[in-house]
């Protein structure tokens, strides 16, 4: 699949300027480190790609933590925009929801041909803080929970809930699960 299946050149751009810019954007996913580590344990993952890495933060997380970082793969920052390689657990924390309506289910798919045992996923389920330069809210796809399973199983994944997550951790206004390919 083409990158441009996944993402378009003008939405790409739009994603370079918020990553760019010094407000946070795709800075927070550190703060699943130990739900990324729990579900790592339980599906005896030997790899991990965090798949729309942003900053990094989760890789340096995992780095502090176990001495190893993981793969990332982001196409709207330099570096970090090769065709990503599989892994035995794909991470995807706060990015299906910016991702374009069209180009989702493209999306679906990759992520499904990255992950050889399991995909533990969040997404929001409420507008962004942020808005993209055209004006448009930064979370392009806000649905509930039944709507993001749906759109998972009609891919092919089989849905689980995830590891027991602290509840101080667990958005209020977020699908959490683990997906099985």
Known sequence: ??????????????????????????????????????????????????????????SRAIQLATGTGCLEYDPAIEGKDCAPEPADLLVCTDVLEHIEPDRLDNVLRHIRSLARKAVFVVVSTRPANKHLSDGRNAHLIIQHDAWWIARV?????????????????????????????
């Open 1 to 58: 699949m083409r990158p441009c299946e996944r993402i378009s050149n003008e939405y790409l751009e739009q994603q370079k300027l918020l990553h760019a810019s010094p407000r946070g954007y795709g800075g927070k996913g550190a703060r699943w480190v130990s739900t990324v580590l729990a579900v790592s344990d339980a599906y005896q993952a030997m790899s991990i790609l965090d798949y729309g890495c942003g900053q990094g933060s989760l």
């Open 153 to 181: 199983q009609a891919v092919g994944f089989t849905a689980q809930p995830p590891p027991d997550i602290h509840p101080m951790k667990h958005p209020t206004h977020a699908w959490v699960g683990v997906l099985e390919p």
